[in-house]
T-cell receptor, first 113, second 113 residues
Framework: DAGVTQSPTHLIKTRGQQVTLRCSPK?????VSWYQQALGQGPQFIFQ???????QRGNFPDRFSGHQFPNYSSELNVNALWLGDSALYLC???FGTGTEKLFFGSGTQLSVL | QQPVQSPQAVILREGEDAVINCSSS?????VHWYRQKHGEAPVFLMI?????EQKGHEKISASFNEKKQQSSLYLTASQLSYSGTYFC??????????????FGQGTELSVKP
């Protein structure tokens, strides 16, 4: 049983560019949450998708957007990249939107130069 | 608001015990604990719901004091495999906020032979 898979594993972009990160949830899960983890910090909640809609959002600007597909996979898009967007982006899946344990992917390491 | 973890780092010898604390300035619905090894995804340890329950798994247990808005993670007879960064994640009590966790800054635990 495959766990949460994310692609790509590493990415290098320059300021002002746009990036798309992808996530496939664990089999049987229908909810995807995205987190940003800066070096030496805890993960920060970006947003959550359930039933192809954004259900919750953290304190991130509109440059961060997402999508969920009918097969529950998800994308995170970041426009107009800043140097400060350099971080590990983690995808976590769960079943439903209640209090459930999260299964995290290994993340995408984004470097903005 | 981000919960505060203490200590920030701890070094143990195999077989020693450790306690990691997590405090919040806000009322909590639940507290989640995760462990992240370097370069890997965070891995779920346990969830504690309000009610002061102490949950455990083998030699790792935790408590949640709702009134004090605090949780503690207890690691007894530590093993080398316990090394990693431990994060507590808190969930807002407003309901239907499952999946949206506010993580602490982490506690780095190193277990030496």
């Amino acid at each position: 049983d495959a766990g949460v898979t994310q692609s790509p594993t590493h990415l290098i972009k320059t300021r002002g560019q746009q990036v798309t990160l992808r996530c496939s949830p664990k089999s049987g899960h229908d909810t995807v949450s995205w987190y940003q983890q800066a070096l030496g910090q805890g993960p920060q909640f970006i947003f959550q998708y359930y039933e192809e809609e954004e259900r919750q959002r953290g304190n991130f600007p509109d440059r961060f957007s997402g999508h969920q597909f009918p097969n529950y996979s998800s994308e995170l898009n970041v426009n107009a990249l800043w140097l400060g967007d350099s971080a590990l982006y983690l995808c976590a899946s769960s079943f439903g939107t209640g209090t459930e344990k999260l299964f995290f992917g290994s993340g995408t390491q984004l470097s903005v130069l | 608001q981000q919960p505060v973890q203490s200590p920030q780092a701890v070094i143990l010898r195999e077989g020693e015990d450790a306690v990691i604390n997590c405090s919040s300035s806000k009322a909590l619905y639940s507290v989640h604990w995760y462990r992240q090894k370097h370069g890997e995804a965070p891995v779920f340890l346990m969830i504690l719901l309000k009610g002061g329950e102490q949950k455990g798994h083998e030699k790792i247990s935790a408590s949640f004091n709702e009134k004090k808005q605090q949780s503690s993670l207890y690691l007894t007879a530590s093993q080398l495999s316990y090394s990693g960064t431990y994060f507590c994640g808190t969930e807002d009590p407003r309901g239907n906020q499952g999946g949206k966790l506010i993580f602490g800054q982490g506690t780095e635990l190193s277990v030496k032979p």
